[in-house]
């Protein structure tokens, strides 16, 4: 079976365990590094980012670092770093439930052969650090409740503002009360309103080009930092490399890097998700690999990539078929 259908196996497994899992008593925890939402009640387990937000709030607010609070935030912290750990990207390639609606609209977009929204290699370079300006409002925005700059509505600033998966997850689950117009209060008003055109202006741009949000997400931003502590990484070997460009044309993300690099191994950039296309893409054997701790988890080869050509066409206006170099 092809990797990009073993992933899709996984995902939609892991799909089923984040959405609906703590119903059948499966409890993850609120330290998983990918868009779990906390707001999908009986969920299997949530993304860190809302913990963060509400530690660093409550900490401040109580000046209890070293209590109980404290103390478990620390414990939640040191969960996330484990998780991340253990998977790396592959947290945001595999497991994501929001990656996977994205997923789901790029599929359906193939099928009806709609075009794929294209932006060049300098323009997503240039959006990147927006994820690491994400990640720093979620560290900032308690700070700046405590200081009374923000409304103490604006409990978690980033989830109620900013986050696409707010609105749009708790639909699986025939939640619609995040998808309306919060009228309480005017603080209330600019966050669901914030939320609403952040999840509906997401939505449009997931449909007309793959991972939109993975871009400016700040998970992703969060686990990056972490790469010196990840033991799982897409290395290359330049010497293999024949220069087709393949893995860019199958890459959801459009990492130039990846085919460009010709000195080291390391290709592995803050926009990647671990997803492993690039490395099904690939015809040529042993090019490019996903390692754990240095040893081979799969790597390329002539087989895989025929495979992905038979079983990953585009759709008509997206791009070429993967694997096949550009004429």
């Known amino acids: 079976m092809l990797l990009r259908r073993y992933r899709l196996v ?65 414990g939640y912290l040191l969960m996330f770093v484990g998780l991340v750990m253990l998977l790396g990207k592959a947290w945001c390639g595999f497991v994501c439930p929001f990656g996977l609606v994205s997923d789901w609209l790029t599929l359906l977009r193939r099928r009806l052969g709609i075009p794929e929204w294209k932006i060049s290699p300098d323009t997503a370079r240039r959006l990147g650090p927006i994820k690491y300006a994400f990640l720093a409002y979620c560290a900032a925005g ?25 609105p749009l997850l708790p639909l699986f689950i025939g939640e619609t009360r995040y ?42 931003a969060l686990i990056h930092l972490l790469k010196p502590l990840t033991p799982l990484a897409l290395r290359k070997n330049p010497a293999l490399c024949r220069g087709c460009g393949s893995c860019q044309r199958v890459c959801g993300m459009d990492v130039e890097r990846v085919g460009a690099e010709m000195v080291s191994g390391d290709v592995q950039t803050a926009a990647c998700v671990n997803c492993g296309d690039c490395v099904a893409g690939c015809s040529s054997d042993g090019a490019l690999s996903l390692k754990f701790a240095g040893k081979t988890v799969v790597s390329s080869s002539a087989g895989l990539a025929l495979g992905i050509r038979k079983g990953g066409k585009r759709g008509r206006g997206g791009r070429r078929n993967a694997g096949m170099p550009a004429g």
């Open 10 to 74: 996984i995902q939609h497994v892991m799909f089923v365990v984040m959405m609906y899992g703590g119903r059948f008593g499966v409890k993850l925890g609120p330290a998983l590094p990918c868009f779990a939402c906390p707001y999908v009640a009986g969920c299997g387990g949530y993304c860190y980012l809302g913990g963060l937000q509400g530690y660093i709030g409550f900490g401040i607010a109580a000046a209890d670092f070293w209590g109980f609070e404290g103390l478990r935030a620390i």
């Open 142 to 166: 308690p700070v700046l409740i405590n200081l009374g700059i923000l409304h103490p509505d604006f409990d978690l600033p980033f989830c109620q503002m900013f986050c696409p998966g707010k």
């Open 179 to 220: 998808s309306v117009l919060d009228l309480t209060n005017s603080a209330t008003i600019v966050k669901t309103a914030c939320s609403l055109a952040a999840a509906g202006g997401c939505l449009a741009a997931m449909s007309v080009r793959p991972r939109f949000f993975c871009t400016f997400c700040p998970m992703l």
